[in-house]
């Protein structure tokens, strides 16, 4: 625990920044490009200015030196679920049926701060996965400066057809819990959307499909009617749809139902990837969690072949970049390690992306797709939340496991 942690946890009132920073690193990665001698000032919780150096006033200013180091907007993790924990640690069904919400929300809190610390100054979360709306007072937590942790894009319980989701394979006879919140046809729909986004969603999930019944095979959930009308009622307040499908049909449906983003992506086609780009659907391919759920079922990497699972996933992931869909960047973590955060951004390298366009994802067009307009570029005006990592990721992806200063709000928190 380093000082400035503690400065914090004992005076929160240090939480409303009120100095003045000059950030001088070798380089700056704006959100879009990179640039040579560039300096940041940064005043209470904005940027002021950002350009070449001798450009930038240093008045007044505590100046931080950055030799050797690359700044850059705050990480956007695009999908998350701080509620979750590692798979090999405690199975997911366990988790839901087992764990005690007091436990999985302090679970949470040290989640939070993991991820902060890793860069990541903001998070999409994804959904509860059973524990209700405990993302509701997590995000309150943190803004109020309670405990730290990165600002949140939340969608409280998320929404799933009757009988489709998990956990699963009980006897039918009795009625297990379930991860997210079952609502079908149109009253209940609407009902539920509204009901969410009161306790206070910023977005609307669905699971457009899912491994359903004794077959155990993915298999498309909602209609498109369905999906429509969910949308219509989320817009309608100013929110978007993200949608869970895997399947190329319920992808379909996502996309023709006027959802935002597709997670994961897994049996996408050329065709479908070609509608996403013509409706203008992000893909958030979630590279790391396959990656991960593959080895706790007993692949090892590195020693053994590819499972086929994964080989399919880089035809698929490649197939999305040569159809030009816009990438998000988001691992879905809580499958794997929170603080790990940077693991999806280096597998995105490693199945095809440049790592400069890996680096537009998790910052320019995370904030464009889900609409951050104050945030994931740095640019006068903008939030000061920013991160500089040692030696320069956008020729070296794996840099950005090399944190060296993370600032949210104009707040130093490393
Ligand atoms: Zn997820």
């Not at 910052?363 to 990592?389: I, P």
């Amino acid at each position: 625990m380093n000082k400035l942690y503690l400065l914090f946890i004992c005076f929160p009132v240090s939480l409303f920044a009120q100095s003045t920073y000059l950030l001088k690193p070798d380089r700056v990665f704006d959100g879009e490009s990179i640039h040579e001698g560039w300096a940041v000032r940064v005043k209470d919780d904005k940027i002021e200015a950002a350009g070449p150096t001798s450009t930038v006033s240093a008045n007044g200013a505590e100046v931080i030196e950055l030799k050797g180091q690359t700044l850059m907007p705050g990480l956007i993790e695009g999908h998350s679920h701080l509620l979750l924990h590692p798979y090999n640690e405690t199975p997911w069904d366990d988790q839901v049926l087992k764990e005690a919400r007091s436990l999985r929300v302090a679970r949470a809190t040290v989640h939070a701060q993991k991820t902060l610390m890793a860069g990541f100054t903001t998070v999409r979360d994804l959904g509860t996965e059973g524990a209700d709306y405990d993302d509701v007072g997590l995000k309150q937590a943190i803004n109020k400066g309670i405990i730290p942790g990165p600002r949140m894009i939340i969608v409280t319980r998320a929404l799933i057809a009757t009988g489709s989701y998990a956990p699963k394979g009980f006897s039918p006879d009795i009625d297990v819990p379930q991860g997210a919140e079952e609502a079908d046809g149109h009253d209940a729909l609407i009902q539920a959307v509204r009901r969410q986004i009161g306790k206070g969603a910023d977005a609307i999930k669905i699971y457009a499909d899912y491994r359903w019944g004794l077959m155990a095979e993915a298999r498309p959930t909602y209609t498109v009617e369905e999906i429509k009308l969910i949308v219509e009622v989320a817009k309608s307040s100013g929110r978007g749809v993200v949608a869970h499908a895997s399947t190329a049909e319920g992808m379909r449906r996502a996309i023709l139902g006027g959802c935002e983003t597709v997670e994961h992506g897994d049996a996408g086609t050329p065709e479908i990837f070609a509608l996403m780009k013509q409706h203008g659907t992000a893909l958030c391919p979630t590279l790391a969690a396959g990656d991960a759920t593959s080895q706790y079922r007993g692949w090892k990497k590195g020693q053994e072949p590819e499972p086929e699972r994964i080989k399919q996933k880089r035809v698929t992931f490649k197939q999305a970049i040569d159809a030009d869909v816009t990438m998000c960047a988001g691992g879905d973590v809580g499958v794997f390690s929170h603080g790990d955060n940077a693991r999806e951004l280096i597998m995105m390298v490693d199945y095809g992306m440049k790592p400069l366009a890996v680096l537009r994802s998790a910052t320019s067009v995370n904030a464009d797709v889900f609409h951050l307009a104050d945030r994931g570029r740095v640019r006068a005006g903008l939030l000061a939340d920013l991160v500089a990592v040692e030696g320069d990721p956008t020729k070296t992806i794996a840099d950005l496991r090399r944190v060296r200063v993370v600032m949210k709000g104009g707040v130093l928190y490393k």
